[in-house]
C-alpha cells in the first residue's frame, strides 16, 4: 500500500467535514433584531466638551435635549410684569406656574427677581 494513499484520504475528508460544519452553523435561523421600546423616544445631542486628562485621557461629557418636557416655558414678559419695573418677582412669577416651580432655578443672581436675560431662553 502506497504511503500517500491516507493523507490523499484525510484532506478530502476533513474538507467534507469542516463544510458540514460550517453548514450545520449558518442553518440557524437569526434572531429577529430587537426594535427599540417605543417609550424611549431618540434624543437629539445638543453639546459635547472633551476635558483632558492625565496620561493622555479623555473625559467626554455630552448633553441632550430631554425627551419630554412639561410645563409652559414660554411667557409673555411685559404681561407678568404686572409693576412695569422691568423684573418679574416671586408674586408675579405665580401666574404662571411653571415658572413659579423654577422661579429659584431661573434666579441666577438669587436676587429674588427675574430679569429679561435670566427668562431669555422663556421670553416669547
Do not use: C, K
Not at 5 to 30: C, D, K, V, Y
Not at 31 to 54: F, H, K, L, T
Not at 67 to 92: K, N, P, W
Amino acid at each position: 500500500m502506497d504511503r500517500r494513499f491516507p493523507r490523499l484520504i484525510a484532506g478530502p475528508l476533513l474538507a467534507l467535514a469542516s463544510t458540514g460544519a460550517l453548514a450545520q452553523a449558518t442553518s440557524l435561523p437569526l434572531p429577529p433584531p430587537e426594535a427599540p421600546p417605543a417609550s424611549a423616544p431618540m434624543q437629539r445631542q445638543s453639546g459635547m466638551v472633551v476635558i483632558p486628562g492625565d496620561h493622555h485621557e479623555l473625559t467626554i461629557v455630552r448633553s441632550f435635549e430631554p425627551d419630554s418636557v412639561v410645563g409652559d416655558y414660554r411667557i409673555d414678559f411685559d404681561a407678568l410684569d404686572a409693576d412695569g419695573d422691568g423684573l418679574i418677582d416671586r408674586r408675579e412669577a405665580a401666574a404662571n406656574a411653571t415658572l413659579e416651580a423654577e422661579f429659584r432655578a431661573v434666579d441666577a443672581n438669587a436676587d429674588g427677581r427675574l430679569d429679561r436675560e435670566e427668562l431669555a431662553g422663556w421670553i416669547r
